[in-house]
């Protein structure tokens, strides 16, 4: 079982980005799906999550109202959308996804690492000021 993260690069701020999570071995389209970072010397932190259903989303207050997660079953990817980046918002950003199907947790429960039980290998989003 594979996440494949891909989408960073370099971006002005004020910018936006999308990241994809392509996941192959199996599907997580009935799954928890979420989205970390981790910025140098920094702890790992949440971002986004969604729900199995897809029906609900949660994001951390660093990035609600510029951040979007999403999911494309047909595809077994899951995107981050990205708009107004900040130099704060440089780091690496990992996928994760929850192992088992049609789970549903307390809210709180979404950011925690614990949740996933595969994770993709990052991908650098770099805002410059």
């Known amino acids: 079982v594979q996440l494949q993260a891909s989408g960073g690069g370099l971006v002005q701020a004020g910018g936006s980005l999308r990241l994809s999570c392509a996941a192959s071995?199996?599907?997580?389209?009935?799954?928890?799906m979420g989205w970390f970072r981790q910025a140098p010397g920094k702890k790992r932190e949440f971002v986004a999550a969604l729900s199995w259903s897809g029906g609900s989303t949660y994001y951390a207050p660093s990035v609600k109202g510029r951040f979007t997660i999403s999911r494309d079953n047909a595809k077994n990817t899951v995107y981050l959308e990205m708009n107004s980046l900040k130099p704060e918002d440089t780091a690496v950003y990992y996928c994760?996804?929850?192992?088992?199907?049609?789970?549903?947790?307390?809210?709180?429960?979404?950011?925690?690492?614990?949740?996933?039980?595969?994770w993709g290998q990052g991908t650098l989003v770099t805002v410059s000021s």
């Open positions: 994760a996804a929850d192992g088992n199907p049609r789970r549903t947790y307390l809210e709180a429960y979404y950011a925690s690492p614990g949740l996933y039980d595969y």
């Open positions: 071995g199996r599907t997580f389209s009935n799954s928890v």
